[in-house]
């Protein structure tokens, strides 16, 4: 029997559209990048996670540990900043930027005015030190959440923290990298307020 080119030709398309071996090649090489693509996304965002909690973490412990001496020195402030920095493991700690204020909220007027304030540096050796300059200068006055100044007369350990997280892998979550920033209040413990630095007048300031 005489087969036409013609027939031959469609016997040949109909054969390849029935042919599946392939099909399951094809449609992991479809998949697979996107697989990749969000694998590597949850990671990050579970690591942004866990980096942005710690830093609150950080916040709390400066403040807490703060508010329970009743005076505190530079090498207490850089004790503080070793734990901040072991919180932070297994993350680098040399991004992570703190600071501890004391503020006093003005008994008739409820300004929150600064009494003392330090900064805390990690370089890239790990070396917890005082920062240069302080992040507030004594009589300045600040703002606080609106349930802090409601106690009037009374004293507050302020901390703040910045960390600055960079994915390993940028253009999954941020290419620049992702700042994150909290802060903790307490007031002091054990004492009116806080004094520093240590074998300071032990009269509470006012401003």
Not at 34 to 59: H, P, Q, W, Y
Not at 142 to 171: D, E, H, N
Request: aromatic share 8%; with cysteine.
């Amino acid at each position: 029997m005489m087969v036409s080119p013609m027939h031959k030709m469609s016997l040949r398309v109909r054969r390849l559209l029935n042919d599946r071996s392939g099909l399951a090649a094809v449609e992991f090489a479809m998949i697979f990048p996107m697989m990749v693509v969000m694998f590597f996304g949850v990671l990050e965002l579970s690591a942004a996670i866990s980096v942005d909690r710690k830093a609150t973490l950080v916040a709390r412990t400066l403040s807490d540990l703060t508010s329970q001496m009743e005076s505190v020195a530079n090498t207490d402030l850089i004790n503080f900043g070793e734990a901040a920095k072991a919180i932070m493991t297994p993350y680098p700690g040399s991004p992570l930027i703190s600071s501890v204020t004391e503020v006093y909220v003005d008994k008739v007027t409820a300004v929150p005015r600064v009494q003392w304030s330090k900064g805390l540096t990690i370089d890239g050796a790990g070396v917890v030190a005082i920062a240069p300059t302080d992040p507030h200068n004594k009589g300045d006055i600040v703002v606080l959440p609106p349930t802090i100044v409601a106690a009037k007369g009374t004293y507050v350990i302020w901390s703040k923290v910045s960390y600055k997280y960079t994915p390993a892998i940028g253009y999954m979550v941020a290419k620049t990298g992702m700042t994150f920033n909290d802060a903790a209040y307490t007031r002091p413990r054990t004492v009116e307020c806080v004094i520093y630095p240590t074998g300071a007048s032990p009269t509470c300031p006012t401003w």
